[in-house]
């Protein structure tokens, strides 16, 4: 049987989620794990090439999120070498206790012999079925990947083995200020049609 949607409530979702950073989360408020799971369980739905589902989520909250800026910060150093920023330092160190949970977002290898892109590729899809989720329910959020996401020696703390990568971290909150409307340039000028 087919399902019907209110399509302007879903072009309306998709044309008014914006990234949402840890500045204009509200301080102090943390989202229920229940809405969290929800977030993973759309996020699960994601499509991927074989059935692989290579998405691998590992959420801090609570003391985790301590834990996890002292591994980051600590890790930073250790291996940023003359590129070392005491700013960036810091803020490694401080940004994710501000959030009401990160969630690791990381690229699970089980089917060597499909091209990694594809699986890269999958775990943004969930990615954006989490980010569109969230702002759903009202949530904020972002995927970041700076900091020690693309630093080998962080994958063994994220459960990853030599072949999986670590692609970022999704900072989530509930929304205090909110982010500018965004703006798009034309489709028409990013799309070629072929008839014939």
Known sequence: MPISFDTEQVNALMRTRRSTFIPQFVPGRVIPDDLIWQLLEN?????SHKQTEPWRFTVFTGAGLVRLAEFQADLYQQTAGPAFK??????????PPRCSHVIAIAMKRTEPHL???EEIEAVACAVQNLHLTAHAYGLGGYWSSGGITYTPEAKAFFGLGADDRLLGF???????VPSAPGQ???VQD???WVRE
Do not use: D
Request: proline share 10%.
């Open 190 to 192: 990013k799309t070629r």
């Open 86 to 95: 005491a700013a960036k330092h810091a803020s490694l160190r401080q940004n």
């Open 170 to 176: 999704f900072q989530l909150g509930y929304v205090e």
């Open 43 to 47: 996020a699960n739905w994601a499509p």
């Open 184 to 186: 798009r340039g034309p």
């Open 115 to 117: 091209p990694e892109i």
